[in-house]
């Protein structure tokens, strides 16, 4: 990570002042959230905290009521339809459990962002969706099957190849570990490190996972109490005094996690 | 990494952002090598032996795979496949084993030509579905009509919240639509009739004309088809999405019958409710038809009414109502079949909603045909 250039120290995504209610219930009341260049920020919380609203809200798929988001130091908000969609270009988004378009295959699913916004030949565009979907490690036979036909695992990879096939400098996942074995779900942690590092990704991770948290995740950003109640690496965190971060970092699942990557550092290649 | 975060402000989209030369069995590579740039880029290597990166800027993985797919073609073009990259930072190296790892393997997942034995093989397979589709509807039928003689034997089991909420819905709801529809229709009826009619004089058989064809077949015929198209495809479309979230599954693990929740309740509403709207489309055809009449030919309704008493055998309205409620029960066994083969995805629901209403509505007609041969040989 430290080999990530310094030129630029503006942070990737700027959130500042984030207000978002329906209705008469706040999901955020005064967020702020910087995210740096190049890493690797895992957003938790407890359920109906608004991770995936704060999501939502960056990429545009949702508006603030108040407050101002940034991202590559432009405002989300105030675009029109073209700017919006250039800057769109440079993220790749991952939802839960895939989202893959149901009536395109695999590899057409990864096509699809490249035929929206670029004008290649056909056989080139085939190639380099192939390419991508192995980066994600699916064989070769999965490119031509239909997401219907994939395990849930493998459609969170092929979802993942999709958001990054254009090559973006922001990767959102939302909560891609979430149900899948905890090999699988290691696996797919080692997939996102070699990846953010070979293609130089920052990647903006909401997760309950707490191993991909040990694992790969630079700063932590815990959502509470309507906005971001403390941000830092693991060991910063585990001294936050708050109760339901105490209890986060310190519960018997935290504990047992810590322990794993603790044993497990030694042989784990990331 | 900085090398390929695209800086759009530093782009100058006229000056030339990239480019190959060939000096001294070098290939050198300058500028941005980037997905929108690489389909433009020459793949002529000449007869370098190496490739030198060091001018690059920018490079995706797009361009990661261009120079790699050069490398490949310069090895393959001679034995000693030895061709070296360098002049690329730390980043670019990793990009550069990371798209080499990824290549494809050669022409693979590529789709085979369907040949004719291909699709004959796809004919037979059809086939084959389509018989074995046959059989499942006709299990499933027993199966409802076995669990409707359940209920008639223990009325208890009967889901009476269940049946009059989808009486409701396929009778109550669907009144306006049906008796405007059969309304238009017997003026359409009056109306054409009317025209052809006037040319020998015989206007006032008009009246038969509409009595027949509206008690008999239309009345029914068409309600049923708005039925199949209002009904069948909801219940298709509920039964599928309680299928796709394992709800008809958990059922089972409860040990209740989807079939006596589910189908029952649906299949008899509509049993019941479809010869209540043939009546109801049955009188407003006639009032459309008589309304016609009036305007078009001076047929005044109290002659409409005379006529139609009097020459209209009450057998074409009963030929019409018996029909109702066989029509009903291939409207809801096909509804709820269709309903209950959805699998996992959205996609096989919104086929199989299409399916049962055009298979229905088929069905239904086919079955009037049937039922006219019949009454035929009868002789009613």
């Avoid at chain 1, 999901?27 to 939502?56: A, F, P």
């Avoid at chain 1, 209890?247 to 030694?266: C, I, N, Q, S």
């Avoid at chain 2, 034995?117 to 027993?142: H, I, M, N, P, S």
Wanted: net charge negative.
């Amino acid at each position: 990570m430290q080999d990530h250039g310094q030129e630029n120290d503006a942070p990737i995504i700027k959130v500042r002042g984030l207000r978002k209610a329906f209705g008469s219930h706040v999901v955020h009341d005064g967020l702020d959230l910087d995210v740096r260049r190049g890493e690797i920020i895992g957003i938790v919380g407890g359920s109906g905290t608004g991770k995936s609203v704060l999501l939502q809200q960056i990429v545009g798929l949702l508006t603030p009521d108040a407050g101002t988001i940034e991202v590559f130091g432009e405002s989300v908000q105030a675009k029109t339809a073209d700017e919006y969609r250039a800057l769109r270009r440079r993220w790749g988004v991952m939802f839960q459990d895939g989202a893959l378009f149901s009536s395109l295959t695999v590899r057409q699913n990864v096509e699809a962002p490249m035929r929206e916004q670029l004008d290649l030949p056909d056989e080139l565009r085939e190639t380099l969706a192939g390419i991508k979907v192995r980066m994600v490690g699916l064989e070769d036979v999965a490119q031509t099957k239909f997401p219907s036909e994939l395990s849930g695992g493998m459609r969170k990879r092929a979802g993942f190849a999709r958001a990054i096939a254009l090559d973006p400098e922001i990767v959102f996942l939302d909560e891609p570990t979430a149900g899948l074995d905890p090999i699988g779900a290691a696996a797919f942690d080692t997939l996102i490190r070699q990846l953010q590092a070979a293609l130089g990704l920052t990647v903006f991770l909401v997760t309950h996972d707490l191993d991909s948290l040990h694992a790969i995740c630079d700063r932590i950003a815990v959502l509470a109490e309507k906005k971001v109640l403390a941000v830092g690496t693991m060991a910063e965190l585990m001294k936050v005094d708050h109760p339901w971060v105490h209890e986060y970092f310190h519960g018997p699942r935290a504990r047992a996690a810590l322990e794993t990557k603790d044993t497990g550092k030694a042989e784990k290649v990331v | 990494m900085t090398q390929r975060n695209r800086q759009i402000e530093g782009a100058t989209p006229d000056a030339p952002v990239h480019g190959a030369r060939v000096s001294g069995g070098v290939l050198s590579l300058s500028g941005r090598l980037l997905i929108e740039n690489i389909a433009g880029l020459s793949r002529e290597t000449g007869e370098a032996r190496a490739i030198d990166l060091s001018e690059v800027s920018h490079m995706d993985t797009a361009g990661a795979w261009y120079v790699v797919d050069l490398q490949r073609r310069m090895a393959d073009g001679d034995d000693a496949a030895d061709v070296t990259i360098r002049g690329a930072d730390e980043a670019q190296q990793q990009l550069l084993e990371t798209v080499r790892r990824n290549m494809p393997a050669g022409d693979a997942a590529t789709i085979p030509r369907r040949t004719l034995a291909d699709r004959v093989e796809a004919l037979g397979r059809k086939t084959v579905a389509t018989g074995r589709a046959a059989v499942e509807l006709t299990e499933f039928l027993g199966q409802v009509m076995a669990a409707l003689g359940r209920v008639v034997i223990h009325p208890s089991r009967l889901r009476l919240t269940s049946l009059v909420h989808h009486m409701q819905e396929v009778g109550w709801n669907a009144i306006p639509i049906v008796a405007l529809m059969s309304f238009l229709i017997g003026v359409v009826l009056a109306f054409q009739g009317s025209v052809q009619l006037r040319q020998f004089g015989a206007e006032v058989f008009v009246v038969d004309l509409i009595a027949i064809a509206v008690l008999r077949e239309l009345g029914i015929l068409l309600t049923s088809i708005v039925v199949a198209g209002r009904s069948g495809s909801a219940y298709t479309a509920a039964i599928g999405s309680m299928k796709m979230r394992e709800e008809v599954d958990a059922m089972r693990t409860l040990g209740l019958d989807p079939i006596d929740i589910l189908v029952v309740p649906r299949v008899l509403a509509l049993i019941l409710m479809l010869p209540v709207l043939g009546l109801i489309s049955d009188v407003a055809g006639l009032v459309g038809g008589a309304m016609m009449s009036w305007i078009e030919l001076g047929v005044s309704p109290a002659v409409f009414q005379s006529r139609l008493v009097s020459n209209t055998d009450v057998w074409h309205f009963l030929v019409g109502m018996i029909k109702a409620p066989f029509f009903a029960l291939i409207i809801g066994i096909i509804g709820s079949y269709e309903g209950l083969k959805v699998g996992g995805n959205a996609e096989s629901l919104g086929r199989l909603t299409s399916t049962s209403v055009v298979l229905s509505i088929f069905m239904v007609i086919v079955a009037d045909a049937l039922f006219s041969v019949v009454f035929a040989l009868i002789g009613i």
